[in-house]
């Protein structure tokens, strides 16, 4: 039986399920991938999510390592941006009970450390919007969140937990609004110390327009108040 291919989708990481062409370990299509010494040594450099234990995938277009699961990401200190570390680094640190998670690298590699590795958190505030159609009418779409930055002191890999199923505002985050985030979490423009309080009061505007309602589940209600409802809205309003 033919050797299977040892390179992975560009795009999102997936092993590839080609048969290896000749006696190389790669297919044709994955013939680039040879000469990438991360892909050569993936079997033996495995991560798992800090959040859910899954194996994280290597994508190869954005350097990093990713949880399909939560979609949560890691970047290692070879792959990060110095400038984007330097500016998660200038964030409020967050030191909450039961908030620390062990660094995903840390936790393989037993030459890095011996013990627990726990990351350190920066609180990095983002707003996304999203714009899109229906028909010919334009439409936008906020999200506002606040992810829980990891950075772990001892090996410098940074892990960017999943903004979750939904927003602060309990709105649902599509892929769109996910692939916005992404894009937010790697660029620097985002973490500067105006940006982050304007984006805060920004969030705490469009919470306080909320209606305040929140289900046995826990679910917050996404509609706006209704002024004469107080702090509901029309479905949620009390009954006097
Ligand atoms: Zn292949
Ligand atoms: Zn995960
Ligand atoms: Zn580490
Ligand atoms: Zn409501």
Redesign the pocket.
């Known amino acids: 039986m033919a050797k299977k291919c040892i390179g992975v989708r560009e795009d999102i990481g997936e092993p590839c399920q080609r048969p290896a062409s000749g006696d190389s370990d790669f297919c044709w299509l994955h013939k680039q991938q040879e000469g990438d010494m991360k892909i050569l040594y993936l079997q033996d450099d495995v991560y798992h999510c800090p959040d859910d234990g899954q194996k994280l995938l290597y994508v190869p277009r954005w350097k990093e390592h990713k949880c399909d699961m939560c979609k949560g990401f890691l970047l290692n200190a070879k792959e990060i941006d110095p400038m984007l570390l330097e500016s998660i680094l200038t964030l409020p640190e967050v030191t909450e009970e039961g908030l620390a998670v062990e660094c995903p690298t840390c936790s393989t590699d037993s030459d890095l450390s011996d013990g627990e590795t726990p990351l350190s958190n920066f609180a990095a505030e983002w707003h996304l919007l999203s714009k899109g159609k229906i028909g010919f009418v334009p439409i936008e779409t906020s999200y506002y969140g606040v992810s829980k930055i990891g950075h772990c002191k001892v090996c410098g890999s940074t892990w960017f937990p999943s903004p979750g199923e939904r927003d602060a505002l309990g709105k649902k985050v599509g892929w769109k609004a996910l692939s916005l985030w992404r894009n937010a979490m790697r660029s620097t423009d985002l973490f500067g110390k105006q940006q982050q309080s304007s984006l805060r009061e920004g969030r705490k505007r469009a919470e306080a327009k909320k209606?305040q309602?929140v289900d046995s589940n826990g679910k917050r209600?996404t509609?706006l108040k209704v002024h004469k409802y107080g702090d509901?809205?029309f479905?949620?309003r009390q009954k006097r």
């Open positions: 209606c309602h209600c509609d509901f809205c479905r949620h």
